[in-house]
């Protein structure tokens, strides 16, 4: 079974779709623990009614983001995971940290990505005026939401949008995208190597990344 533990900072909508997702389709893998930085993230209540570990790594124990990374690495590697997934966690993690988990750590970003990465995606797309917008799932390297991608949903943005209808558009696509996601990874047909992406044993391109789904 692949062993995976998923890092929240606050509601865990991801980690809900995460969960149903390996019940329904009975995908050979199982969230061990849900770690966060915010005591008061709901996400920690959808882990125990799962019947998952829960774990609160804070920042009042620490005096620099070194040792937050420090602590936190202690606190995953006790579950031995082969998969780390960044649901919505909302600290930067240093280089130490990421390299440890080179090529099993993953995250969702809410832009299109190489597109508006950082924050206040949403806003920024309805600003631009772009015509389409979207989420992406990405292997994690040192550089922020830079990582080799894995899979992208694209969907429209409408004349009448704001930042919250934007978004709420685009997390039903992560709903999506996310366990497909991992259910690959469980069954072995991704991987990164180097700085790339390989399915199924080839390179995959940016635009085989892309999954249409309106």
């Known amino acids: 079974m692949l062993r995976i533990v998923v890092l929240i900072s606050g509601n865990g909508s991801n980690l809900q779709a995460i969960i149903d997702d390996i019940h329904d389709d009975e995908i050979d893998a199982g969230v061990v623990a849900v770690i966060s930085d915010n005591n008061d993230a709901y996400g920690l209540q959808r882990a125990k009614q799962a019947g998952i570990d829960t774990v609160v790594v804070n920042t009042k124990n620490t005096t620099s983001r070194r040792e937050y990374d ?51 995606t949403h806003q920024r797309v309805l600003d631009a005026g772009d015509s389409h917008h979207g989420a992406s799932v990405h292997f994690v390297i040192p550089e922020l939401d830079a990582g080799p991608l894995i899979l992208q949903a694209e969907v ?59």
Do not use: C
Request: hydrophobic share 40%.
């Open 156 to 214: 429209p943005v409408h004349d009448n949008d704001n930042a919250e209808t934007l978004a709420q558009r685009v997390h039903k696509q992560e709903h999506i995208i996310y366990p497909l996601v991992i259910k690959w990874f469980a069954e072995g047909r991704i991987k990164m190597q180097g700085n790339k992406t390989f399915k199924d044993g080839k390179e995959l391109t940016a635009s085989a990344a892309m999954l249409h789904l309106i």
């Open 70 to 120: 420090q602590q936190l690495q202690q606190q995953i590697d006790q579950y031995q995971p082969d998969l780390v997934v960044l649901a919505g966690f909302m600290r930067i993690l240093g280089d130490d940290f990421v390299n440890h988990y080179h090529g099993r750590l993953i995250n969702i970003h809410p832009s299109l990505l190489p597109k508006y990465q950082g924050l206040n």
